[in-house]
């Protein structure tokens, strides 16, 4: 994800976010802590609990991506049962994007 966080910081508008101090998973995480504040993006924990109950699995890993233009969580469900797999999110609205959109190419 660190190739993708310059691009969402000119998407965000967070380029006063410093980049050199601070480890690569911690400037991602800042950057999605401002833009959430912001009301740009929704918060992974506030979408989690009805993506579970959804698909009836655990998130094992999320990463905010950009999607044909579009700013995305991308979430990897591990259900009950079975084999995990992904799921896209807008990530302004939380609304989960159709099949067609979550295929992963």
């Excluded at 910081?9 to 690569?24: E, H």
């Excluded at 979430?75 to 979550?102: C, H, M, W, Y």
């Amino acid at each position: 994800m660190l190739l993708r966080a310059v691009p969402l910081l000119m998407l965000f508008g967070l380029a006063t976010v410093p980049l050199q101090p601070a480890a690569a998973g911690e400037r991602e995480r800042e950057i999605v802590r401002v833009a959430v504040e912001r009301g740009q993006v929704r918060s992974i924990s506030d979408l989690l609990p009805e993506l579970e109950r959804r698909h009836r699995g655990r998130m094992i890993a999320a990463e905010l991506e950009t999607h044909r233009g579009q700013v995305v969580w991308e979430v990897k469900i591990l259900p009950v049962q079975g084999q995990s797999f992904k799921v896209r999110l807008d990530a302004a609205t939380g609304e989960e994007l159709s099949p067609s959109v979550n295929m992963f190419r």
